[in-house]
């Protein structure tokens, strides 16, 4: 079964970035769909972007215009550039890639933004 896993998080000041990886195990073309979440203390799993193979995206209001999500197919990973963050993007950020038999979900990693 192909697993992902999640780095790149980390303490940031208000106004920096971050980039998020999320490696596939394998082939990333096994994914017709992938994308990411985020999760606040004590707050339900939001959506934030979602990617296809085909190259289409889709992003939060709350995000767009700051966050890229990208796709390197040669790497078998997924990226999710974050710009100008601010404390409320404080989560632990989970990806996740979909195929026909399902969703499979990283484990996650902490983003905190704060001075």
């Known amino acids: 079964q192909v697993q992902l896993v999640e780095s790149g998080g980390g303490l940031v000041q208000p106004g920096g970035s971050l980039r998020l990886s999320c490696a596939s195990s394998?082939?990333?073309?096994?994914?017709?769909?992938m994308g990411w979440y985020r999760q606040a203390p004590g707050k339900q799993r939001d959506w934030v972007a979602t990617?296809?193979?085909?190259?289409?995206?889709n992003y939060a209001n709350s995000v767009k215009g700051r966050f890229t999500t990208s796709i390197n197919n040669a790497e078998n990973t997924m990226y999710l550039q974050m710009n100008a963050l601010k404390p409320e993007d404080t989560a632990i950020y989970y990806c996740h890639g979909d195929t026909s038999q399902g969703r499979t979900w990283g484990q996650g990693t902490q983003v905190t933004v704060s001075t």
């Open positions: 990617i296809t193979q085909s190259g289409s995206r």
């Open positions: 394998g082939s990333i073309f096994s994914f017709y769909a």
